[in-house]
């Protein structure tokens, strides 16, 4: 079993930075890949940013690209998405999540372990 706690949202206004962090604990042996997820109400569940633990390769919604990064840092057992130029468009409840061998990472079908959620609203 993975537990995940998600931390760091909030309310900033367009162009600010936020920075989440998932803290993960627990049997993380067959996790291979973390992502952050975000959903907007009446709006699926998207793939923002996502992160192989084995080798580091991250994967970036287009929208996101250039201004989001995932990272990890193993010895906090974290990780990290730091979110810049923020817009209105980012808002929605933010997710991490955790998975094992995935064919696409931005995809939140084989996501396995989820935390509870943060929520991130950007305002005008």
């Known amino acids: 079993q993975v537990q995940l706690v998600e931390s760091g949202g909030g309310s900033v206004q367009a162009g600010g930075s936020l920075r989440l962090s998932c803290v993960t604990s627990?049997?993380?042996?067959?996790?291979?890949?973390m992502g952050w997820f975000r959903q907007a109400p009446g709006k699926k569940r998207e793939g923002v940013a996502a992160i192989k633990l084995g080798g580091g390769a991250t994967y970036y919604l287009d929208s996101v690209e250039g201004r989001f990064t995932i990272s990890r840092d193993t010895a906090k057992n974290t990780v990290n998405l730091q979110m810049n130029s923020l817009e209105p468009e980012d808002t929605g409840t933010y997710y991490c999540?955790?998975?094992?061998?995935?064919?696409?990472?931005?995809?939140?079908?084989?996501?396995?372990?989820w935390g509870q959620g943060t929520q991130v609203t950007v305002s005008y």
């Open positions: 999540a955790a998975a094992g061998d995935l064919l696409y990472p931005l995809s939140p079908n084989r996501y396995n372990y």
């Open positions: 627990g049997d993380t042996s067959r996790s291979e890949y």
